[in-house]
């Protein structure tokens, strides 16, 4: 399985567009990256989805360069509420679904 | 809400006794995982089920037990606890199988809350 690594804290100001990138190195053609976002003492939630280059939906953005060695999920003018613990996943639709969370990069916004 | 649900929310017990955590997927999902998250810790994976059959297994400690029944809820099976084993237990669900494009989307419950004295 890919390993994934990402920075383990971000600080940013509410209003502010926030781009945490994970680090792939090693994924196979078969891998999907996958964000998750966990708030304290609360399962993961799914945020987005992608294998390359960008896409969208109504909380953030990813982006896939053509390597696919790296992967960049961008949240548009955080708020407080976005406050939480972010993890990137990368496993492919084939491989048990094993997906291995890592340390995840806590986001702490700001007023 | 993600359609999952987990009982108990709580759960407070000593050391060296059993308890059995409960999850029932969303409705539709055949697949059932369980993971374990400790204080400020990550998110360990223990074991994935698949309409009823052990699919994957991960860190799962010789002491942890788990199924799925037939209505596809699952249960986590813990014994001879120790004060190590307090911590969050998630359960997700997906709809499972192969996909032709992406992943399998899991959903996770609440969690329970494992306390150890």
């Known amino acids: 399985l890919a390993k994934t690594t990402q920075p383990i804290s971000m600080d940013s100001y509410e209003g502010q567009e926030v781009n945490i990138t994970c680090s792939h190195n090693?994924?196979?053609?078969?891998?999907?990256i996958t964000w998750y976002q966990q708030f304290p003492s609360q399962g993961p939630r799914f945020i987005i989805q992608?294998?390359?280059t960008k896409v969208t939906n109504e909380v953030a953005s990813l982006f896939i360069p053509a390597d696919r060695k790296s992967s960049t999920l961008s949240l548009p003018r955080v708020s407080l509420s976005d406050t939480a613990v972010y993890y990137c996943?990368?496993?492919?639709?084939?491989?048990?679904?094993?997906?291995?969370f890592g340390g995840g990069t806590r986001l702490m916004v700001k007023p | 809400d993600s359609g999952v649900t987990q009982t108990p929310k709580h759960l407070i017990t000593a050391t060296g006794q059993r308890v059995t955590l409960r999850c029932s997927p969303r409705s539709g999902d055949l697949s059932v995982y369980w993971y374990q998250q400790s204080l400020d810790q990550g998110l360990q994976f223990l074991i994935q089920?698949?309409?009823?059959?052990?699919?994957a297994k991960g860190n799962i400690l010789e002491r942890f037990s788990a199924q799925q029944f037939p209505d596809l809820h699952s249960e986590l099976n813990l014994s001879s606890l120790e004060l190590g084993d307090s911590a969050l237990y998630f359960c997700a669900s997906s709809v499972g199988g192969s996909h032709p494009y992406g992943t399998d989307t899991q959903y996770f419950g609440p969690g329970t809350r494992l306390t150890v004295l």
């Open positions: 090693n994924i196979a053609t078969n891998d999907y």
């Open positions: 996943l990368v496993g492919g639709r084939n491989a048990g679904n094993m997906l291995t």
């Open positions: 089920y698949y309409n009823g059959e052990e699919r």
């Open positions: 992608g294998y390359k």
